[in-house]
T-cell receptor
Framework: SQQGEEDPQALSIQEGENATMNCSYKTSINNLQWYRQNSGRGLVHLILIRSNEREKHSGRLRVTLDTSKKSSSLLITASRAADTASYFCATEPGRGTYKYIFGTGTRLKVLA | EAQVTQNPRYLITVTGKKLTVTCSQNMNHEYMSWYRQDPGLGLRQIYYSMNVEVTDKGDVPEGYKVSRKEKRNFPLILESPSPNQTSLYFC?????????????FGPGTRLTVT
């Protein structure tokens, strides 16, 4: 299996704090995407970063990508209770493979 | 409303009884995919389809079949379900499979095989 890994597996923070989660992958990639999943529901796309980009922002989200270390991080600033969810990274292992490898996810709990 | 629909949402069945989980998207997406989600293992890709009549295996295809006769539909077939196929299943679609576009996920189908 080429499963990606996310770290930490679980994270609990207070509302207003920042949350950082990391994703490591094993092969060279074309793009990396982050998704959010609310308990047992379908995943929702958050942000995409291309392999030639190092950082990307979207609202309170900041994603970094280090292709030399095969890792990415997702930072959520000024977290809210509504951010409580599981977060997954997804990679396409090589251009044109049409396959997706998801990480094992980070469970984030934001306490009000 | 742009969406991916799956049916049924919940299913309890017995070992060996063939079943089909339907998936439909209304976004004219070329790419569709099936995933299963198990605790501690994240999402694993079962099968995917790049377009009508074009399908290929993902990471965990054993015990599953798919077909893509129409662009909007991508059913998942379990010919002889076994208890190890008890899982949460998601269908997803995307503009294409290049990884440059987000995937839209259905609400999930929780399958229990006894």
């Amino acid at each position: 299996s080429q499963q990606g890994e996310e770290d930490p597996q679980a994270l609990s923070i207070q509302e207003g704090e920042n949350a950082t989660m990391n994703c490591s992958y094993k092969t060279s990639i074309n793009n990396l995407q982050w998704y959010r999943q609310n308990s047992g529901r379908g995943l929702v796309h958050l942000i995409l970063i291309r392999s030639n980009e190092r950082e990307k922002h979207s609202g309170r989200l900041r994603v970094t990508l280090d292709t030399s270390k095969k890792s990415s991080s997702l930072l959520i600033t000024a977290s809210r209770a509504a951010d409580t969810a599981s977060y997954f990274c997804a990679t396409e292992p090589g251009r044109g493979t049409y396959k997706y490898i998801f990480g094992t996810g980070t469970r984030l709990k934001v306490l009000a | 409303e742009a969406q991916v629909t799956q049916n049924p949402r919940y299913l309890i069945t017995v070992t060996g009884k063939k079943l089909t989980v339907t998936c439909s998207q209304n976004m004219n997406h070329e790419y569709m995919s099936w995933y299963r989600q198990d605790p501690g293992l994240g999402l694993r890709q079962i099968y995917y389809s790049m377009n009508v009549e074009v399908t290929d295996k993902g990471d965990v295809p054993e015990g599953y079949k798919v077909s893509r006769k129409e662009k909007r539909n991508f059913p998942l077939i379990l010919e002889s379900p076994s208890p190890n196929q008890t899982s949460l299943y998601f269908c997803a679609s995307s503009f294409d499979g290049s990884g440059s576009y987000e995937q839209y996920f259905g609400p999930g189908t929780r399958l229990t095989v006894t």
